[in-house]
């Protein structure tokens, strides 16, 4: 109770989860604490991961022989985007609930810690398989190539733990809402709820996937698999889980960075409609990963980038109430001028600092997109390393960077400490190492990629060819970049543990902003999600049904495994 400042503000946001022992309870701050420590190791063994990558590409260093590279490259995916990224949304979103709803149902802490149990257990065996060298197969799994059959049950695992967390946060939501009838759920928590409705949908994908194609085709029990049902299913989960790290992120901009910056959240009714938009859009977005995928006809591929580009209103929409936000807390302030409230934002303070740098870095990652997904110039940049320089922009950057700062209000938070003025300046640095090594390593990549240079390969000389001779001093950008990167890893993990364990005790909030007015505030149907699950299934049905019907009518012929060294 000490960490609380203040009660919940938000439409009233004030009634205690009577599920909950006593307003918020210890045992909250326990379960996003543990989850968010995973978090953290993922981060430290995939940024190695990275780093070694780096310099085999540009040739600095030779792997020994008991590693391949493909077993690093599948470990910086997995551990990266699958791992870090679940177990920190879930451990922030968990402790952001619980504070605007004044605590989580006790079910929702006993579906949270067995959830938590089953995605540990299942990264320990994916791990493991992944360094004994039996699962080369990158994040993405595609099949026909074939790991180990655990490594398969270890992601398996890790989805049934992440289902259990979306039912434990439904709970909490739920019986909010019994409890205050006729009153709008916090905003914080809308966000929440959305993520976890994405979870549903993007696991379910990758469960029919794993449990339904692949563990019995990698056990052996059956003889082939059919490649394109892998990588359409894959990317209706991929996809998506790249929009619940957005959605995640965005619920720090939307609700957190008001408050920071002294202001208020601009428009509830925009937020709301902006997650709606996510939620009800999204996954068919996952097509686009397969413009140049043979078996989808050029019609169907047609109606999928429109589909894809939906997801760039929600986007507009964000940068607009963001510089909205700031503005106002500007005028509020009783700045005058055009422009002078861009100079009085808080910009010492690491917390609001990473999260602007974030948002800019979303400028050229969001551009990158819009490329990646236009099918003509998809042509160009396909499978060359210029996705890997977007896709660091987008998650490496974009994403990474509001985590970062995100943590810097949570672990004091949840911790009962108080981040200092040297933990805060060391926060600024790291934020600006972070930006300085992503913009040359990203930047590299990029320029690389249009070089032509492909992504997913150690040796970039092709055996001396000509035309792979100007991709060299990329090569060595990238691993300069990652060098840079690496450093900002290490800064961040002594900052989190100083946080964790050695900053002065002392009381530090979990920043919520309240609304301009409350007349902005939505209406109350903004909260049946029965509507959004139903347009979402249909948006879902729209793009997916004739493909899966094409692909499961089996006159796509099977391919049998191939074994990656
Ligand atoms: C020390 C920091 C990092 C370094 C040095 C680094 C370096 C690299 C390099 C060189 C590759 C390309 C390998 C290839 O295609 O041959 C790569 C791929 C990738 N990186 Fe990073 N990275 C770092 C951090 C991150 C972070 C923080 C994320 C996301 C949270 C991330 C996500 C990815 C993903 C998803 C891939 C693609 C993997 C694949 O193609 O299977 N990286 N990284
Ligand atoms: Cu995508």
Request: glycine letters at 10%; proline letters at 5%; hydrophobic letters at 55%.
């Amino acid at each position: 109770m000490t960490h609380i400042t203040e009660a919940p503000i938000r439409h009233k946001g004030t009634a205690v989860n009577e599920d909950a022992v006593a307003g918020i309870p210890r045992q909250d701050y326990r379960l996003s604490l543990a989850n968010l420590s995973i978090a953290f190791i993922a981060l430290l063994v995939g940024g190695i991961a990275g780093l070694l990558q780096g310099f085999v590409r540009s040739g600095f260093l030779e792997l020994p022989s008991w590693i391949s590279y493909y077993a690093l490259l599948t470990a910086h995916g997995v551990l990266l985007v699958l791992v870090l990224s679940s177990f920190f949304s879930i451990g922030y979103l968990y402790a952001g609930t619980s504070r605007v709803l004044g605590g989580l149902a006790s079910k929702t802490i006993a579906f949270g810690w067995t959830g938590f149990g089953l995605m540990t257990v299942g990264t320990v065996i994916a791990a493991f398989f992944i360094l004994a060298g039996d699962a080369n197969v990158l994040y993405t799994f595609y099949t026909p190539m074939q790991a180990h059959p655990w490594f398969y049950i270890g992601l398996a695992l890790i989805v049934v733990g992440i289902l259990l967390n979306c039912i434990g946060m439904f709970i909490t939501y739920q019986s909010w809402r019994k409890r205050n009838p006729g009153q709008l759920t916090p905003l914080f928590a809308f966000f929440s709820n959305a993520v976890f409705v994405l979870w549903v949908f993007a696991s379910l994908f990758i469960a029919v996937f794993v449990v339904g194609f692949v563990i019995p085709w990698a056990f052996g029990w059956v003889p082939t698999i059919d490649p394109m049902m892998g990588r359409t299913l894959f990317w209706a989960f991929g996809h998506t889980l790249v929009n619940i790290w957005m959605l995640t992120s965005i619920s720090a901009w939307y609700v957190s960075m008001p408050k920071i910056i002294g202001g208020k959240v601009f428009s509830d009714s925009l937020a709301r409609v902006a997650v709606v938009i996510l939620v009800v859009a999204n996954v068919p977005g996952g097509f686009h990963h397969q413009i140049l995928d043979p078996g989808l006809s050029v019609e169907l591929k047609f109606l999928h980038v429109i589909q894809t580009f939906m997801i760039i209103f929600p986007s507009l929409m964000t940068a607009f109430a963001m510089l909205a936000t700031m503005e106002r807390a500007g005028r509020a302030k009783g700045v005058t001028s055009l422009l002078g409230w861009w100079k009085v934002l808080p910009w010492s303070d690491a917390r609001f600092f990473a999260l602007i740098v974030a948002m800019f870095a979303f400028i050229p990652a969001g551009l990158g997109g819009i490329i990646n997904a236009s099918n003509q110039i998809n042509q160009v940049v396909h499978n060359s390393i210029w996705v890997t320089g977007h896709l660091h922009l987008t998650v490496g950057t974009t994403v990474m960077l509001t985590f970062f700062g995100i943590s810097y209000w949570l672990i004091p938070y949840l911790t009962g400490r108080k981040m200092t003025r040297t933990l805060n300046r060391l926060g600024i640095i790291q934020t600006i190492v972070w930006a300085s090594g992503m913009l040359i390593m990203s930047g590299a990549m990029h320029a690389n990629g249009l070089l032509g240079s492909p992504r997913r390969t150690a040796d970039t000389t092709y055996n001396g060819h000509s035309a792979a001779s100007e991709w060299a001093t990329y090569e060595m950008f990238m691993a300069m970049g990652g060098v840079i990167l690496f450093i900002g890893i290490v800064l961040l993990i002594y900052i989190w543990a100083q946080l964790a364990f050695f900053a002065p005790k002392g009381d530090t909030d979990f920043p919520i902003g309240e609304d301009y007015r409350p007349a902005d505030a939505s209406p109350l149907f903004m909260d049946r999600w029965a509507i959004w699950v139903a347009l979402g299934t249909l948006s879902i049905a729209i793009a997916y049904v004739i493909p899966l019907l094409d692909f499961a009518s089996g006159h796509t012929p099977g391919s049998p495994p191939f074994l990656m060294p």
